[in-house]
């Protein structure tokens, strides 16, 4: 079987992979934007098309992607993009609690929280929860090693939990035990 | 939020429709437009032509990607491609319990210098003769630690950043999986670093300023419960794996192989380019990291004694002072451009993986700050097994 050409390897990577790095960039810099970052990925893909990682575009993909929103926008403009972006997320799920009463508090709820994060714990979270990235994949769009994404994912995730519990009215205790290190038997 | 419910699923079921790129506008010919405008040479046109002919209704054609994967939604902060598992647990459970009394005669045989590869061979052996599993529970109980660096006017000392971790994958629908963590609170990583920490004054909370700004606290944190997904906990290489998959493993060293190699995605995430270095890293994961049988186990053994570049490194002892036999990657850099080596370690005896420790060889990159030859990171294998115990929850059977 010939090897397909450079267009038809472009055109199937963009038909496969477009609407993760829609997705990605909506979260780094707002729906408004987000058009732009893509093209702009898209457009380095093409260029550098035969170093691409054939089997598992993706990661490459939003490693692109986040140096594009890097490269492109001052911190402040991103900053407010993503702020607006967020207020978005957290009306629309106020709003559809008419649609889906169960759990609607709790997405709007963990929304509120998430927007009162760092952006990089943001974009840590996001990277796994949202866009489905193993963490081996994950850690390869944010350039670090697979150990040191555990690190930072474990203390966002508490930093997440802690934003959210203080957000909640009511929390039940957790009792406080030990666990690990049991010490080996031996 | 229930407390049983983890946030990052929570999280995930918060994910916002806007992140949901709008269909039919014909992007794709928008993009190679500009590339065209901007770069203009003829392939581009080719391209550019073929995206017009096709137009917006073959990209609307494209299917919706399907469900998302949740790769280690729960798993966050719990343990993982690295960590965990297993050992050989009695059939009433107690996976804890090494058959310490048998050790005696046995071990001055196996301290002889030997071959790695028998006593991998070995392990294999004792693994396979281990119970069949059987019981409510698969569980997976690690410890893991990584060096942080405490920056003082008097200079530098390393602090291990400490985390616990249970998984307890229930074996029948009418239980439910739990994962169970816990921040175990930093501790020093030699005792040099002891030394200094007490000059500084024996602080219960420190500031790490690199590679990323965070903080270490001395005192443990709270005990996190939460439920999972078996079938979304786990990752082999850069692919996520389900508890079926796992439960499916061969048992024979060869099937075993071709099953690791068919996931094979030649990604340098953070996983090596070169076949044998990967093997080498999914069969560890497959022995010291993942819930599956000590039949799998012992399979996974014996692959590992048929990778080449592996070195005996003999009797060692785990940062719990837990005796065993050490293998490592022979080239020291079983994470490519990383300067690291990682060492298993695994008692023959018992067929037990104990530890999976990474070192620092040549200090670089987010490891610079290191010493050469020092312990960048370690995840202790507690217990493993099938077990007929119930995960330390109060409502269980919810």
Known sequence: MPAPSPEDQFTSLYQEHYRQVYAYAVTRVGRRLADEVVAETFLVAWRRLPALPKAAPLP??????????????????????VAAEMRAWITEAEVSVADVADGVAERAGVLTALAQLSDDDRELLTLVAW????????????????????????????????ALAAAAEVELPRPTTTLIPKESTR | MSRSTD???????????????????????????????????????QVADAAAAEGPATLGQVRRPGPRRMALVGAVGAIAAAAVVVAVAGPNGAPDSAPEAASGVASSALDAPMDYKRLLLVAAERSDKAPRASGRYLTVQTERGYAQP??????????????????????????SSWAISQELGAKPATPTDEARWRRNGSPAVMRVTKPKPSELKIAQGEVERWKVDPDKQFALGDLNVSQAELDALPTDPAALRSVLLSRFTGENVDMPRDLDQWLFTVASAVVFGL?????????????????????????????RGRRGQAIAY?????????????????????????????????????????????????????????????????????
């Open chain 1, 60 to 81: 490459w993909l939003l490693a692109v992607a986040r140096n594009v929103v890097g490269e492109r926008y001052r911190a402040e403009e991103r900053q407010q993009a």
């Open chain 2, 291 to 319: 819930p599956v049988s000590n039949q799998v186990r012992a399979a996974g053994y014996r692959l590992l004694a048929t990778v080449p570049g592996v070195r005996g490194l003999g009797v060692v002892h785990d940062v």
């Open chain 1, 131 to 162: 866009h489905g990235l193993s963490p081996g994949r994950a850690a390869r769009v944010l350039g670090c090693s697979t150990a040191t994404y555990y690190v930072r994912l474990h203390r966002a995730r508490r930093r997440l939990r802690n």
């Open chain 2, 330 to 398: 022979d080239r020291g850099q079983v994470t490519p451009g990383k300067g690291l080596e990682v060492r298993l370690i695994f008692d023959p005896e018992t067929g037990r993986p104990l530890a999976e420790e990474t070192r620092v060889v040549e200090p670089q990159g987010e490891f610079s700050w290191m010493a050469p030859g020092s312990l960048s990171s370690y995840s202790l294998v507690l217990a493993a097994g099938a077990t007929n115990d119930s995960p330390p929850v109060d409502d269980a059977r919810d």
């Open chain 2, 150 to 175: 405490v920056e003082t006017a008097e200079g530098t000392y390393v602090m291990f950043e400490r985390y616990g971790d249970q998984y307890w994958l229930a074996r029948s629908s009418a239980d």
């Open chain 2, 7 to 45: 946030v990052m699923n929570v999280l995930a079921k918060a994910r916002p429709a806007r992140l949901n790129a709008p269909g039919n506008r014909g992007e794709l010919a928008g993009i190679v437009a500009n590339a065209v405008a901007a770069e203009g040479p003829a392939t581009l046109n």
